[in-house]
C-alpha cells in the first residue's frame, strides 16, 4: 500500500474513533459504538480492513449486482459508512471489480477457497424443515455446496460454501412468514466472525 494510501486510511480509522467517541460523550450505549459482526465484500475480511477503508464507497458503486450495501448505526458506529454485504438486494459472483476500484487496498486479493466472506446456515424458517417442498437453495447453489438429506432438508458443504450468498437471496421463506412480522429467511450468509462465536457458545 502507498504512503498516501495508509494516510487516508489512518483518516478513515480516526475519523470512526472520532465518532465514536462523540457518540458516547452524548450518552450513546457501548453496544452501538461496537462494531457488529458484518460480512465484508470480498477480500475485506482481514483484520486491518476498518483501518484502510476510507469509506469512498466505489466498491457499492461498481458492484453490478448490488450485493453491497452501506453500513448503517445498526452495525455499531465503526461499521458506519462502510460497504457491507447485504443479500437481500444481491450475490455476489466474485467478479472483483469492488477490490480493482478499492484506492486503500482496504479491499485485497481474495481466494474464497482460503477465506470465505461467509458461511450459509439454515434456520428454523427453511420451508423444507416442515414441508420438504422447496429445494431452490440447492438448485441455484453455484458451487454445489449443497445437497439434500433424506426428507428433502438442505444440507450445506461448510468445505464448498464461500459465502456468495445466491441460497439467501433466492430463498422464499420470508414471503411464507411475513405474516408473522419475521423477515428473516431459511437459510442466511453468517460472517466468520459470528459462526466463531456461534461454535464457542
Ligand atoms: S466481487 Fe463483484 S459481485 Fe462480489 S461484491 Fe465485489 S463487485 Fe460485487
Ligand atoms: S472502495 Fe475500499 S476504501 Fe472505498 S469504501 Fe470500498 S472498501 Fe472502503
Ligand atoms: S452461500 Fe449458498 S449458494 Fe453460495 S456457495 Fe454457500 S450454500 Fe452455495
Known sequence: MSSQSSSIGRRGLLLSVGASGALFALGWGASKVESAPVIRPPGG???????????CDRCRS???TNVISIGGLADGVLNLRTPVMNYRYGSCDFCDKCI??????????YSGETTPVGKARLTDICIALRTRACTKCKEACPYDAISLAEGKVPVIDN?????????????????????TGRNQRGIEILSLEALKAQEQS
Not at 104 to 109: E, F, H, I, Q, R
Not at 159 to 179: F, H, M, R
Open 62 to 64: 461498481i458492484c453490478p
Open 159 to 179: 468445505d464448498k460454501c464461500n459465502g456468495c450468498g445466491v441460497c439467501e437471496n433466492i430463498c422464499p421463506a420470508n414471503v411464507l412468514q411475513a405474516y
Open 100 to 109: 480493482e476500484v478499492c484506492p486503500t487496498g482496504a479491499l485485497t486479493a
Open 45 to 55: 475480511q482481514d483484520n486491518n480492513f476498518l483501518s484502510r477503508c476510507i469509506r
